[in-house]
Every structure is written in structure tokens, then in C-alpha cells.
Nanobody, 128 residues
Framework: QVQLVESGGGSVQAGGSLRLSCAAS????????MGWFRQAPGKEREGVAA???????SYVNSVQGRFTISQDNAKNTLYLQMNSLKPEDTAMYYC??????????????????????WGQGTQVTVSS
């Protein structure tokens, strides 16, 4: 049984930083893409960042240069370092593990509840 457990969310002032972690179990970690998605109230889910087993990455334009996705295969853990946070980054952030082989860009744009495993989410709130 695949389990993804996120941690590291919280409340910060604009300009601050947070590091999200996602511990994976029951999953062949390095075989498929992993990613971070977010959903703000009243908005659609958005693919924030994704990473492939070879380290290739994809980011949504709004976080490029501020967020960094990384993974530690030995620890089966995915990370999202978020710097220079803005109020518009406020959302529930979800860790996801792909269930099909595709590039990180396609996973970030096309990850759905049916095509990936999902964690329960961790809230990130950025105040101005």
C-alpha cells in the first residue's frame, strides 16, 4: 500500500521560506516522477513542480527561481524548498507519485487523482 506523508507546512510572512517534505512508503520510489501540487480555495489544483528519477525537473512559471524540488532516494523522501514566498503561494500543498511513466512536465500538467498516488496535504499560508 502506497503512503505519502507530507510535513513542513505552516504560516510565514511574505519573503519567508518553508521546506516541505514527503515521506513515501510502499512505492518503488525512483521509478516514476514525483511532484508537488497545490490547491487554493476556489481554484483548480495546480502542478507546482515535478522531478524524474534522473533528476530532471519541471516548474510552473510562477515559482521558477523561488522553489526547488529535490529527492533523497535513500530516504524515499521528496522535498520542496520554497523561498521568497508570496501571499499568492497560499494553498494546500500535496505530494504526488506518478503511476505511469511520463516526463515531469507532463506529470505536472496532467497529474490526476486517478493517475497518481496522493498524500493528505499540508497547508501553507503566507501573509503580507
Amino acid at each position: 500500500q502506497v503512503q505519502l506523508v507530507e510535513s513542513g507546512g505552516g504560516s510565514v510572512q511574505a519573503g519567508g521560506s518553508l521546506r516541505l517534505s514527503c515521506a513515501a512508503s510502499g512505492y518503488t520510489y525512483s521509478s516514476y516522477c514525483m511532484g508537488w501540487f497545490r490547491q487554493a480555495p476556489g481554484k483548480e489544483r495546480e502542478g507546482v513542480a515535478a522531478i524524474d528519477s534522473d533528476g530532471s525537473t519541471s516548474y510552473v512559471n510562477s515559482v521558477q527561481g523561488r522553489f526547488t524540488i529535490s529527492q533523497d532516494n535513500a530516504k524515499n523522501t521528496l522535498y520542496l524548498q520554497m523561498n521568497s514566498l508570496k501571499p499568492e503561494d497560499t494553498a494546500m500543498y500535496y505530494c504526488a507519485a506518478d503511476r505511469v511513466h511520463r516526463p515531469p512536465g507532463l506529470f505536472r500538467l496532467g497529474g490526476t487523482p486517478a493517475s497518481a498516488y496522493w498524500g493528505q496535504g499540508t497547508q501553507v499560508t503566507v501573509s503580507s
